[in-house]
């Protein structure tokens, strides 16, 4: 009988993770100075971020040891499964194969956890007792929180007030860990207080949710910051998502002509592609797709240039594809996909040719994400439902062209908490939005006045 799944023996799981920053063509120009417009040091980040994780984010190694105490947390779910979607590939009527790694398999029900019990315990071992984040969906606050409960760490999240509203089940997840998780904008910092007083009714972002969570970090003792997605080693704690997905196809003899992930700020989607842009580097031909919301679109519209992580301002100016710090998406359901930048490391990739950029629509990711619960079983997070959008059409054009090429996507999370997405798309109240042009030119106008990195396109 043809194989389903391909799991790996937990002796199996690779052992380090990969840093692209070795093999990269053009290297990642440095995050600067809000002050000085200097590349920043080490000690810039030290009351933000623990200097062992500050290490990480700067290193060029290629190659970076999972230590013990994280790995055993990590084989709580890891290996995760690789799956061909039969049944998928069968109601698409595509010549297509379609393999996709399984990240709803963790506790908290996508990739997050794989960074997040990294990061509990280098603050851990480097001495500190309280952590803070925020959080859009609420998958990654309910990773932090698993994770800080796993090492006995205080765990405070700053949710995006209409996920807040829309998923409130997450919250009572990370109450469940111990966590303390409260809506963004809030009373509780003065980032929060100030967007409160001039917009009471904002749907809320996640550059002002890190505001806050950065604000309160910076001034409480001993805690520090915790970003899920974007940084450097965020994403390099993802790509043993993409190394496990090596050793699989091989098993089974397979190799992907194309990449998939869905993009927020990026981490899932580099977790499974970057060990396969390592191949592109050295000559595979392969397509590596990043897929984004029309109503956030990033990657497709938002200029390349610095600007901040932040809608407060007091994060680095950073080097990538943005739409304005002070962006506030609309409040469509992939929460998890309306942040305002995307990861540097993802932003020069795509400068370089080696990432091709995509937008959806959101009614046409529940579309997908509706065929694939019907067929595969597994209800998907609305965030993964943008990989499958591009899946759908990656697939259909394999049908028009009458090829069999191998389709490998990530499979970012299970929606079981995010079923209100679905009652609307069922009741046809979900709307498709694509960013007009007059706001995308309002929002990013302020970049102008940042200095300019290589190949910035913001005028
Ligand atoms: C299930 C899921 N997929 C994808 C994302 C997008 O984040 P990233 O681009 O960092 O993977 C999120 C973010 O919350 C998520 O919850």
Redesign the pocket.
């Known amino acids: 009988m043809a194989n389903t799944k391909v799991v790996l023996q937990e002796d199996e799981i690779p052992k380090q993770w990969y840093n692209i920053q070795a093999d990269m063509p053009t290297p990642m120009q440095p995050p600067l100075h809000p002050g000085t417009k200097q590349p920043i040091g080490p000690d810039d980040m030290a009351r933000i971020f623990p200097m062992n994780l500050i290490e990480q984010e700067m290193s060029r190694e290629r190659w970076i040891d999972i230590p013990e105490e994280v790995m055993e947390k990590l084989l709580l779910w890891r290996p995760s499964p690789l799956y061909r979607a039969r049944a998928f590939e069968k109601a698409l009527g595509t010549p297509a194969r379609i393999y996709y790694k399984n990240?709803g398999v963790s506790p908290a029900?996508?990739?997050?956890p794989n960074t997040a019990v990294a990061q509990a315990y280098y603050n851990k071992v480097f001495g500190i007792k309280r952590l803070t984040t925020e959080?859009?969906?609420g998958?990654?606050g309910s990773a932090l929180a698993m994770a800080c409960s796993l090492f006995g760490l205080e765990c405070k999240v700053y949710m995006v007030r209409i996920s807040f509203d829309q998923k409130p089940f997450r919250k009572m997840m990370m109450a469940v860990w111990g966590a303390d998780c409260v809506p963004s904008p809030s009373a509780d910092t003065q980032a929060g207080r100030k967007i409160l007083a001039e917009t009471p009714d904002t749907p809320g972002s996640l550059g002002i949710a890190i505001s806050e969570a950065i604000e309160d970090a910076v001034t409480s003792e001993n805690t520090r910051y915790s970003l899920?997605?974007?940084l450097n080693h965020?994403l390099m704690h993802?790509t043993i998502i993409g190394l496990e997905a090596q050793k699989q196809m091989a098993k089974v003899g397979a190799y992907p002509d194309v990449v998939i992930?869905?993009?927020?700020?990026?981490?899932?989607?580099a977790?499974l592609a970057f060990p396969y842009v390592r191949d592109k580097i050295h000559g595979k031909k392969i397509a590596v797709i990043g897929a984004e919301p029309h109503a956030c679109p990033t990657m497709t519209r938002g200029p390349f240039g610095y600007d901040f992580g932040d809608t407060a301002g007091n994060t680095p100016l950073m080097p990538m594809h943005s739409l304005g710090h002070t962006f506030v998406p609309e409040p469509i359901h992939a929460?998890?996909?309306r942040?305002h930048g995307v990861a540097p490391l993802i932003s020069q990739l795509i400068l370089d040719g080696l990432v091709e950029p995509r937008a959806y629509h959101q009614v046409e990711s529940y579309e997908a994400s509706v065929l694939w619960a019907r067929s595969e079983g597994f209800i998907s997070?609305p965030?993964?439902g943008h990989a499958l959008a591009a899946v759908v059409e990656e697939a259909k054009r394999a049908k028009e062209e009458g090829k069999e090429k191998t389709i490998l996507f990530n499979w970012?999370?299970h929606g079981l908490m995010d079923l209100v997405g679905y009652d609307k798309y069922f009741s046809g109240q979900l709307k498709d939005y694509a960013l007009p042009e007059e706001d995308l030119k309002r929002f990013t106008a302020p970049l102008a006045e940042f200095p300019k990195p290589k190949g910035a396109s913001n005028a």
């Open positions: 990240e029900g996508s990739h997050k959080t859009g969906a998958q990654w899920g997605s974007v965020v993802q992930g869905c993009v927020g700020g990026g981490s899932n989607f977790g929460g998890g996909l942040y997070a965030e993964t970012s999370g």
